[in-house]
Each structure stands twice: as structure tokens, then as C-alpha cells.
């Protein structure tokens, strides 16, 4: 592994470990920032070597240091992930200003993936945040304007499909939270790659539902795994749409 890659790895590793710290305390309202990491059942402060990504996990058996209750699984795999997001978006885009945006769009999605996943519910500030990077990424007011566009056609058709379901069956259907990922997809892919994208995940979630046989599954994490899939391969995707459409 060359020296640059393996940079980005530990950034991108320490990164998820705070993402971890934002996952377990925004949805609390508490502060990111203070008090610094404790073991949130028994209150001790961790040591720096408690504190190092994926290694403390797997060194303590995923246990607490102090008190030896279980430490969930998800702390190694969220900063896991970051780091492969991190190392992934490096190949594609280099140092580059989009790199910075694109990582930070995508550990915030990361972050709004999990607390779907684990609340049912996401923090607005999270997903305005993504939003924003989103409509920003291309640094450019002409095309700002379009991604604007893009977002709100995106935003908009959501809310339009959400009355209509929720109207058929009777019930609130879909999250208010998911309209703010679409509208953060149609900014970043434009009309039709992010139509693609919208349809792939929804594929990506039937067998996750069949499976789990839940009926409220969170849709959040479905979206932003199709962002970044979609995100990645775009020029491939394009020539197949265009396949398909002449
Ligand atoms: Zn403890």
C-alpha cells in the first residue's frame, strides 16, 4: 500500500471514530465536542489506547476496558466503513477540493444511515448538512443553480409520492428525512442517474425486507448505499441508461 493511501486509511478511520461519538450523542441532544469518549455504561474515561479505530475493539474482544460490558459492534464497522469510503473517493477524485466535499457529504450520510438505523429518525441538522454539501459540490454558481434545480425536483417529487402513498395506505408513509436524502441525491446525480438511484435502492431494500420481514424499514441507509454506488460508477451507469433508452 502506498504511503498517500495508507493516510487517508487512518484519516479516514479516525474520522469514523468520531462519526461514532456524533451517532451515539446527537440524537441526545448532547455535545459532540465535551465531555471527551467515556464508556457509556460505566462512565470512564477511555485511554488513547481504548480509543484507537477497529484495533481497541478487536484488542479488548469488544468489551470495556474498566467494566467489561459489551461495546456494540457497530463502533468497529462504522469506522470501518469511513475508512473504505475514504480510501475509495481518494481513487476517484485524488486530493482534490471535491474529495473534501464528497467525504464529508458521504461520512454525514454514513452518519444519518446509522441513526436511521437505530432510531427510526434522524436530527435535521445532520441531513441539512448533506443537503447543503450536496447543492454546494460543484463550487460553481452556474451550476449550483442546476444542482439547486435538481434538488428540488427531486424534494419535491418525494413529498408529492409520500402524500400519495400515505393517502392509499391510510397511514404516514415514508420518513419526513428520506425527502431531504432525495432531494441531496438529485443534486449530486441530476435527473436521471439519481432516478436510477432512487429505483436501485428500492431494489436493494425488497430483500432486506423480505428477509427481516420488517414493515417500517428504515429507508435512509438503502438511499445513501445507492448514492455512493451510483456516485462511483456514473459514467457506467449513463451509458447503460443510454443502452437501454436508444
Ligand atoms: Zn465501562
Not at 213 to 238: C, D, G, N
Request: glycine share 6%.
Amino acid at each position: 500500500m502506498s504511503l498517500d493511501i495508507l493516510f487517508i486509511l487512518l484519516l479516514g478511520l479516525a474520522i469514523g471514530s468520531f462519526l461514532n461519538v456524533v451517532i451515539h450523542r446527537v440524537p441526545k441532544g448532547e455535545s459532540v465536542v465535551f465531555p471527551s469518549s467515556h464508556c457509556p455504561k460505566c462512565g470512564v474515561k477511555l485511554r488513547f489506547w481504548h480509543n484507537i479505530p477497529v484495533l481497541s475493539w478487536l484488542f479488548l474482544q469488544g468489551r470495556c476496558g474498566f467494566c467489561n460490558s459489551k461495546i456494540s459492534v457497530r463502533y468497529p464497522i462504522v469506522e470501518s466503513l469511513t475508512g473504505a469510503i475514504f480510501v475509495v473517493l481518494y481513487l476517484k477524485l485524488g486530493f482534490t477540493s471535491q474529495f473534501l466535499i464528497m467525504v464529508s457529504l458521504f461520512s454525514t450520510l454514513l452518519t444519518l444511515a446509522v441513526i436511521d438505523l437505530e432510531y427510526r429518525a434522524v436530527p435535521d441538522s445532520l441531513n441539512l448538512l448533506a443537503l447543503t454539501l450536496a447543492i454546494i459540490h460543484p463550487l460553481d454558481l452556474n451550476l449550483i443553480f442546476e444542482t439547486l434545480q435538481n434538488s428540488l425536483i427531486f424534494g419535491g417529487a418525494f413529498s408529492f409520492l409520500r402524500f400519495y402513498v400515505s393517502f392509499f395506505v391510510g397511514k404516514e408513509a415514508m420518513g419526513e428525512g428520506d425527502i431531504m436524502v432525495a432531494g441531496t441525491i438529485g443534486a449530486i446525480l441530476g435527473i436521471w442517474t439519481g432516478t436510477f438511484a432512487i429505483f436501485l435502492s428500492s431494489i436493494l431494500a425488497i430483500p432486506v425486507i423480505l428477509l427481516t420481514k420488517q414493515r417500517e424499514m428504515p429507508f435512509i441507509p438503502f438511499l445513501a448505499l445507492s448514492l455512493f454506488i451510483v456516485y462511483l460508477f456514473e459514467k457506467e451507469v449513463i451509458s447503460f441508461l443510454n443502452y437501454l433508452l436508444y
